[in-house]
Nanobody
Framework: QVQLVESGGGLVQPGGSLRLSCSAS????????MGWYRQAPGKQRELVAV???????NYAGSVKGRFTISRDNAKNTVYLQMNSLKSEDTAVYYC???????????WGQGTQVTVSS
């Protein structure tokens, strides 16, 4: 059974930082591309950042320079370091795993990030 479990969300003031973690089980983590998506109320889910199995990264323009995605294959975990947070970063953040060879895709349950003073 595949499980992606996010943690690290919470309430933070504008300008603050949070680090999200996503722990994976039931998959060969190292061969999966991992991503973070977010969905704000009334909006569609959007890509935040992705890291390939080889470690290449891509970011949404709105977070580039503020967020950093990384992975630790030994711990089956992907991270999202979020700095200089803004109110518009408020959303539920979801972890995603994709095996590009066959399209197998898995999602976590999401973790709430609220940026507010």
């Amino acid at each position: 059974q595949v499980q992606l479990v996010e943690s690290g969300g919470g309430l933070v003031q504008p300008g603050g930082s949070l680090r999200l973690s996503c722990s994976a089980s039931g998959i060969i983590f190292s061969i999966y591309a991992m991503g973070w998506y977010r969905q704000a109320p009334g909006k569609q889910r959007e890509l935040v950042a992705v890291i390939s199995s080889g470690g290449s990264t891509n970011y949404a323009g709105s977070v580039k320079g503020r967020f950093t995605i990384s992975r630790d294959n030994a711990k089956n975990t992907v991270y999202l370091q979020m700095n200089s947070l803004k109110s518009e970063d408020t959303a539920v953040y979801y972890c995603n795993a994709v095996f590009l060879d066959d399209g197998s895709t898995y999602w976590g349950q999401g973790t709430q990030v609220t940026v507010s003073s």
